[in-house]
T-cell receptor, first 115, second 115 residues
Framework: EAAVTQSPRNKVAVTGGKVTLSCNQTNNHNNMYWYRQDTGHGLRLIHYSYGAGSTEKGDIPDGYKASRPSQENFSLILELATPSQTSVYFC????WGGGGQNTLYFGAGTRLSVL | GDSVTQTEGQVTVSESKSLIINCTYSATSIGYPNLFWYVRYPGEGLQLLLKVITAGQKGSSRGFEATYNKEATSFHLQKASVQESDSAVYYCALSPRGMGYKLTFGTGTSLLVDP
């Protein structure tokens, strides 16, 4: 069964430290996405990718980098973590359909706390 | 920019009763957007519940229905008889036509079905 797997599921980091969130998909989808969700907000797009080697900025990219070394893997990197980056992070892969829309397949999320 | 407004917070419904979760949208791009409902069950990632890419049409899945009303800019989610297994968080979302990567989500509505 096609799947999107995130690791770790939970992470506690210190302010100023480096954090890497990993995502692996077996859907063979070209598009992959990183979102964060905070109370009172919908999911907000951080970075996305059209395929291996590509990364694009989403709506809230500041403080984040992304890396897409292969079709299957897409990482989100916080070089200098701050408490404002405490959130739940979701990775997704996307399948193109009619009307130019993407159907997204999400991982279960990573809960990150930056102390 | 685009925005999605849906019923806020938690909704509690008794089993076998009817449900409606309101969703209205504002889209700034040319053409009618694609509309989605995603659902997140406890411990899992979001998954697509239903989508409608043509204004005026209805989507349905697992007993849920939503009609794309372009005049009212609404996409309310309804179910005639809920079950305890429907307890989850429901997200309304849109993407501009031809820009499928650019999904805008509502804040989510938590549904609790009382047995």
């Amino acid at each position: 069964e096609a799947a999107v797997t995130q690791s770790p599921r939970n992470k506690v980091a210190v302010t100023g430290g480096k954090v890497t969130l990993s995502c692996n998909q077996t859907n063979n989808h070209n598009n992959m996405y990183w979102y964060r969700q905070d109370t009172g907000h919908g999911l907000r797009l951080i970075h996305y990718s059209y395929g291996a080697g590509s990364t694009e900025k989403g709506d809230i990219p500041d403080g984040y980098k992304a890396s897409r070394p292969s079709q299957e893997n897409f990482s989100l990197i916080l070089e200098l973590a701050t408490p404002s980056q405490t959130s739940v992070y979701f990775c997704a892969s996307g399948e193109w359909g009619g009307g130019g829309q993407n159907t997204l397949y999400f991982g279960a999320g990573t809960r990150l706390s930056v102390l | 920019g685009d925005s999605v407004t849906q019923t806020e917070g938690q909704v509690t419904v008794s089993e076998s009763k009817s449900l409606i979760i309101n969703c209205t949208y504002s889209a700034t791009s040319i053409g009618y957007p694609n509309l989605f409902w995603y659902v997140r069950y406890p411990g899992e990632g979001l998954q697509l519940l239903l989508k409608v890419i043509t204004a005026g049409q209805k989507g349905s899945s697992r007993g849920f229905e939503a009609t794309y009303n372009k005049e009212a800019t609404s996409f309310h989610l309804q179910k005639a008889s809920v079950q305890e297994s429907d307890s989850a968080v429901y997200y309304c979302a849109l993407s501009p036509r031809g820009m499928g990567y650019k999904l805008t989500f509502g804040t989510g509505t938590s549904l609790l079905v009382d047995p």
